[in-house]
Structure formats: structure tokens, C-alpha cells
């Protein structure tokens, strides 16, 4: 199964729940969750502190999911994410919460519910989108997320097996 596949099925599931929960969007900044539905990881040696600069990839409830990165790291999105529509800035030159909201709203998500990760989202970014984005409700994803994980798909289930043979032999 390739990443795309693998992904676009796991995106598949997270809408089904996303629904459940009558949210518009998800907007995915930790690094894990970045990396489960886009096979993109932000952590770079050379930017260990990814988690807080804003990179979101967002997930609308319907339509294609996009990335919203800065352009100083795109090149590792590129090679790494199979999600081909990306908004990219130069996060030295525009603020960030700006860019996002800007983004949101030509993709028609400047009003709706959009989940978050409430124990990875800075406050201070949680407000400022708020005051940018006076229509949206920005909803706690964060058990939703971890729970539409906890069933294992047969390529997961494959890994950890990996994972445990691995360990035995060592």
C-alpha cells in the first residue's frame, strides 16, 4: 500500500468521526498527527522546536487536505507529505496566525467548528486566531484523534509486529 493510500484511508476514517462531531475541519500541528494522515515529520535536527512554529495540515471535512508551512522547510514537505496542495509563507516576513486565517477564509473556513489539539496549540495562537476568525469554534480534537487510533489498520498491525521481532532478536 503506498503512503497515499495508506494516508487518504486514514483520513477516510478521521472525516467519518470528524462528522460524528459535526466539525467542519481538523487543525493538525503536532508532529505525529501531521505525520499519521500526510507521512509528513516536522522534526528536523536543524529545527527541533517544529512543534511550536505554526505548520498546520489541515483536514476540511470534505475536499482535499493542504498543508500550510513556511517556505524555509517546504522542501522537506515536498519530499516527504503525498498532500500535493500546500499554502506556503515566509514566516519572517508574515505572522503566521495572519497567513493561517488568510488561508482559511479563501478556502471557505473562516466560520464553522474546527478541531484542535488543545494540549499541543499554543493559547496565544488559539486567541489570536479567534480575534482573526470571529466565526469559527475551535473544538477540542485531542482524545477524538487518539481515539480513532486505537483500532490498529493490518499495516499498523504489521509494524508493530516488526517492531516486536526487532526487539526479540536484540
Not at 487518504?8 to 475541519?25: F, H, N, P, S
Not at 493561517?100 to 496549540?121: Q, W
Request: negative net charge; glycine residues 6%.
Amino acid at each position: 500500500m503506498t503512503k497515499k493510500e495508506l494516508c487518504t484511508k486514514r483520513i477516510e476514517k478521521i472525516r467519518t468521526v470528524m462528522a460524528q462531531e459535526g466539525m467542519d475541519a481538523l487543525m493538525l500541528f503536532s508532529p505525529i498527527h501531521m505525520f499519521y494522515y500526510s507521512g509528513y515529520y516536522p522534526h528536523r535536527p536543524i529545527y527541533p522546536t517544529d512543534v511550536f512554529r505554526l505548520f498546520p495540515l489541515i483536514i476540511p471535512k470534505t475536499g482535499e487536505p493542504f498543508h500550510i508551512v513556511a517556505k524555509n522547510v517546504a522542501r522537506f514537505l515536498k519530499e516527504e507529505s503525498w498532500i500535493q496542495k500546500r499554502f506556503v509563507y515566509d514566516e519572517f516576513l508574515r505572522n503566521a496566525e495572519e497567513f493561517i486565517a488568510e488561508v482559511l477564509r479563501a478556502e471557505g473556513l473562516s466560520s464553522g467548528k474546527i478541531g484542535i489539539e488543545e494540549d499541543v496549540l499554543v493559547l496565544f495562537t488559539m486567541e489570536n486566531l479567534k480575534r482573526l476568525l470571529p466565526g469559527i469554534t475551535l473544538a477540542r480534537a485531542s482524545n477524538m484523534l487518539l481515539q480513532a487510533r486505537d483500532i490498529k489498520d493490518e499495516t499498523e498491525i504489521e509494524l508493530i509486529q516488526g517492531a516486536i521481532d526487532v526487539t526479540i532478536i536484540g
